[in-house]
């Protein structure tokens, strides 16, 4: 596989273990960093606490009952492309992150890169979005 994410840092929160591991380990093949994976809103800031600013973030939008907006929140803040990888329909996302992507789960690492980073950046380059 093509390491199309060499070098990049990319924040997972996901509360199903399998899906986080998944999802993980799919991102490591292609190259990535990944930051977690983070269970909770509260791990999930720490995380961005400790670790800095990611390249980029895939978000389950429900964590064991909790609504994952602070972190959405939190990376828009900080310029921080992410995208909301759930089974919930458009309508149950906050209207504030209405713009976000939304990929179904189970999402594959070439979709989160094409949402997150787009089509027109070569994928390797190691680049943030500007």
């Known amino acids: ?33 990944v930051l977690g994976p983070s269970s909770s809103v509260r791990q999930a800031l720490a995380i961005l606490r400790a670790e800095g600013d990611p390249d980029g973030a895939v978000l389950d939008v429900n964590l064991a009952g909790d609504r994952v907006w602070p972190v959405a929140l939190a990376l828009r803040e900080r310029g921080v492309p992410f995208v909301f990888a759930t089974g919930y329909d458009a309508p149950s996302i906050d209207p504030e992150f209405s713009a976000v992507p939304r ?26 979005r500007s």
């Open 1 to 33: 596989m093509i390491e199309f994410l060499r070098g990049r840092r990319i924040l997972v929160v996901e509360d199903e273990f399998l899906l986080a591991d998944d999802l993980q380990s799919a991102l490591e093949r292609a190259g990535a960093e």
């Open 103 to 128: 990929l179904v789960k189970p999402v594959e690492a070439e979709d989160i890169v094409a949402r997150l980073f787009g089509p027109e950046e070569p994928p390797g380059d190691g680049g943030r």
